[in-house]
């Protein structure tokens, strides 16, 4: 993907934000549109490890739990402001990624998934044992005043995630078009001609663990304030985990283009659907998308489109 | 002080439920250790053998473990249809890895998800003449509830064992992991062999789920903290073999209960974890593996 | 330690579980040489191409590559210093272009960046005669224009030691001609080659010196007339 026309997309999002805060539209497009682009973030971190590396994380609820919790923390004890939430978030959520891929990134995959998966139950644990963040009762947050320009907190906290979205994909597009993404590339096609070309497979994969792991803290560290009812089985959602594997796959995995389209299209449907059915029925409706996506066109969309035009890349 | 009783109660009631993780562990020991599918659904199929059970025992009052004994060729189909898609989607493209683990999350998630909608996120328990009660040995009391799958589990693993190194289609099971070219020389399918086998895993669910809704009461999301206690099984008990799985389900039965006791009962599923992290970083071969 | 210190191999051992798949190897290979290592099937020839590309680790003995003692190094760091190899079964990158194969050893194992790396990998593809390739996706190539792109990625790392592991195995008589010329190439440009065959009419046109190893132990080594004539090599296959 060329600098230009990821610059193009950029600006067009910015304008298309600005113009919906300026639409003064009913709060609830606001409270959608924040999930949406929370799962463009959350799918775009997910895809840096799993459709640039090829190592399947099924542990986002943990980071992105961790990245809420943390801000619990943060804003129970020092009261502290939003800025610094968003780098907490991601710090602690990235040393979690660096962590766990230190840990396994040495053996085959599939044990850095099945840990990704049993982390996720050890942390909920840990959070429902600890009271000072309010254990399995859940926790109140108080949201700060109004601000100025935006007509609620939540209209804000919508363009905070804007912004977070727009870092996010220029995160995923920086390092798909450098040196980096080559080798990440090149690890996720064959890891053992990589590490005999060269490629440094240890460093490059937890390079890409704890970037991942960092942006789904990052998603995760405003929420607090968007739901003002922190409790372990809302951060730590299984939605999580299926929506952000589901949005790369069903968009396209190999860029970053794949993640915003699956996000976009699966999010704003979900956001439609749950209006309409439950939400149970909504998540088994993914659920099977998801694997009719994995078996049939486990390129995506964007896959589904390239064989269309008779590209000889997949 | 320990206490002496305490610590001999923990102890017991740790084999005790050892040797029922075994019989969760067994499938996976099969699947992941003979054949090397990732089948992270197995715990959740075991949630499924445990509400059929659920459901035939309120509904016909049917025992438990007959009923899980009677699901058995049901949940065996179900393993030989999965097996199959799985193969013809994933394993002959060589794409296991990354699809095939994205594969069996979505099964996961679809039969969670499915019991969800259907038995909504309730415990469901059942009834039967000895799960109440427990016999005494001195200090240490023995649940019956626990003791008694725990026997189950002691006679399915010896039936799986025996099956194994005895029978034709048994041995063609270890075999075609590390020599499909000899097997189909032996007019053997490798492919037919290998739906038999993760037939078989899946079939153990159906009695492993019998097993688990005994214990205790059971919910949908329960599958999920069995993930990490089934594969850390596997792996130190290595990969394959069927009494290392036994022997390893046993130890982390006996940590987790002494962790209970001492620690408190949340922390029990830390320890699987743990465990698996440590035998994957020091023994990835497991305590008996090759 | 020899005088020339190039390649040392000493006493390197590896087991699998019960399997003793090398029993204390020992060879040397000089600089500029064209050295070939051959055995039957099963007899450790890639074991020990992996233990010295870094891809396994030998539970006994030590490799030393030019004064380094390669114990602990991992692959990634001996390619940087020197070492290349070409995998028995191609293992090219699927899902990119012939050329963009070649760009990933020229950025992480030469440092060679941006237009330099892209004269450097249109050079190599003119070696290989892959040039019209460059654009296709490496998934798409025939069976000799893989084992050429597979030559072609282990010289991008700018080695000084390559080791190709049965780079001709199931060509045509001509496509091998093919292939020596190229290694013969890299040869005359200083490039130490170890090559692993069965085809003898290879071993024999290309090797100076050759070791010859049969169920983990090296039981032959020295010039192409004299390993032919050893009886104990004649065995190792015949018996096999």
Redesign the interface.
Known sequence: MRGRTFGVVVIGMVLAGVLFTRLGANQYYYFAAYVILQYVVLATAWNIL?GYT?Y?N?GTAAFFALGAYTSVVLIKGFAAPLPVLLAAGAAVAGLLGLGIGY??LR?R???F???T??????LQ??V??WDYVGGARGISVVRPGRLPFFGSYVEFLFAVMLLLAIFAIAVAWWIETSRIGRGLAAIRDNEEAAECMGVPTLRLKLIATTVSGSLMGVAGAPFPYYVTFVEPSSAFN?DY??NS?AMP?IGGTTTWVGPVIGAILLGTTQQVATVTI?S??N??I???I??AF??LA?DGILGLVQRLKGGARA | MVSLDLLANAVVAGILLGGFYAAVSLGVSIAFGLLDV?N?AHPVFVILGSYAVYVTNTAFGLDPIVAGIVFTPVFYLIGVVVYR?YYV?FEKKG?E???G???F???L??V???L??KYGVDYRLVEAQYIGESLRFGPVGIALRLLVPCVVAVLLTLVLYLYLAKTFVGRAIKAVSQDSLALRLMGADPVKVKDVAFGIAIATASLAGALLIMIGPVEP?MN??Y??RV?AVAVLGGMGSIGGTFLAAVIIGVAESLTSTFF?P??A??V??GV??LA??VR??GLFG? | MTADGFLEVENVTKRF??FQALSSVSLHVRQGERFGLIGPNGSGKTTLINCISGTLRNDAGRIVFEGHDLTAVPAHRRTRLGIARSFQIPKPFASMTVRDNLTIPLEYAARAHGVDATEQARAILRLMGLEAKAHAAAATLTQIEMRKLELGRAMAAKPKLLVADEAMAGLSSAEVDDILDILFQLNARGITIIMIEHIMRAVMRFCERIAVLDAGEKIAEGGPEAILANAAVERAYLGQ
């Open positions: 799993g090829g399947v099924f840990l396994t053996l995959g599939v044990f998934s099945i840990a998966l049993a982390l996720a139950v050890v644990t840990m429902i044992n299984l985990a299926v594997l796959m439950s149970a029925l998540l088994l993914v659920g099977i998801l694997v994995v078996i486990p | 990732v992270i898609i989607s794409q890895s990354l699809r683990l994205v594969f999350f979505g099964v998630f679809i969670e998800v499915g969800t909608l999301s999920r903290e993930i990490g594969f408190g949340s922390w599923v830390a699987s974890f698996l992290l994957l970083a990835p071969a090759s | 579980g019960g």
